[in-house]
């Protein structure tokens, strides 16, 4: 594998690489130098994961050195290419239906960005003789920094990326490549501070010191996705039977954007919609598999929405 910075003699950058990723159904994208996490920001992650607010997600306590830089999950990189893709805003089910949060409506966005974003990664690669590594919320990268450092937004004080004039409602993709790209500039931007996200967080799960920081502990989207076995105090989940979506439908930022086109692949999934309490509580795990084949749900397994149903009013 080249481990050397490669420059891309063709036309492709930088218009060329917009056409790529547009192609790819990209929102909009932003380039990061690849390079250190800034200290600070490491410091305030680890102290983070110090005081348990990771709650039983394990997997956010490996890798450190990796994730304060990510040159290590590709050798020679050079850039960060930080792609979002729109999915469907929230969308309040009939009466007497249980409630998924918004992303996992459709298909699962982990095949569905990789696939995309593996497909652009080759052409720039063939065209430029480069080397990259597609990374979906499975590599141990920040993510949401990364996306700040490439002008793409701001992390609300609910933890969330916000897309200027466009709001939270997407996944983030990125490419790490040895191509030498001129980085964006990052976002500068902050949130309004308005606290309604903290306000109206239903399990008070979002920090009220100013920093964007969630326990997830406490947080619903946690407890009915991540969290295995009983709960230790039932939480109060409304209809929420998988995720949930507040924290976000109440954001201003959210509120008054221009809405997005979600890819087809994350338009809501009519069958999703219309779960009931009985539904799920009577659910094999054929019936299981089936209705959630490619979806994010599964994620949670079918005891563990066995769980959260029963919770469920």
Not at 259 to 285: H, K, W, Y
Request: charge should be positive.
């Amino acid at each position: 594998m080249n481990s050397e910075p490669s420059q891309c003699s063709s036309d492709l950058l930088p218009s060329r690489l917009s056409s790529i990723l547009t192609e790819a159904g990209v929102y909009r994208f932003g380039i990061a130098r690849a390079e250190s996490v800034d200290p600070a920001e490491a410091a305030a992650y680890g102290d983070w994961i110090g005081r348990g607010c990771h709650a039983g997600m394990d997997y956010l306590d490996r890798y450190a050195d990796v994730r304060s830089d990510p040159r290590l999950l590709l050798p020679g990189a050079s850039s960060l290419i930080v792609c979002a893709f729109p999915y469907a805003r929230p969308m309040l089910p009939e009466q007497g239906k249980l409630r998924i949060a918004s992303y996992a409506l459709g298909d699962d966005y982990h095949e569905v960005v990789r696939k995309r974003l593996r497909k652009a990664a080759a052409e720039i690669d063939s065209r430029c003789g480069s080397v990259s590594r597609v990374c979906v919320d499975t590599a141990p990268l920040r993510e949401r920094y990364w996306a700040v450092r490439a002008g793409l937004g701001f992390i609300g004080l609910n933890g969330q990326l916000i897309l200027p004039d466009a709001g939270s409602y997407f996944f983030i993709g990125t490419i790490i490549t040895n191509l030498a790209l001129p980085p964006s500039e990052p976002c500068r931007l902050r949130c309004l501070g308005c606290r309604r996200c903290i306000i109206y967080c239903p399990g008070q799960a979002i920090a009220s010191s100013g920093r964007p920081e969630i326990d997830a502990r406490r947080c619903l989207s946690y407890l009915t996705i991540e969290h295995r076995g009983p709960f230790t105090v039932a939480p109060r989940l409304g209809n929420r039977v998988y995720g949930c979506d507040t924290c976000q439908t109440v954001c201003p930022h959210n509120i008054h954007a221009e809405p997005v086109e979600p890819l087809p692949e994350f338009q809501p999934r009519p069958a999703l919609l219309n779960l009931t309490r009985s539904d799920i509580l009577g659910m094999n795990a054929d019936g299981f598999s089936q209705l959630f084949r490619h979806s994010a749900v599964k994620r949670a397994g079918l005891s563990g929405l066995q769980r959260n149903a029963s919770a469920c009013d």
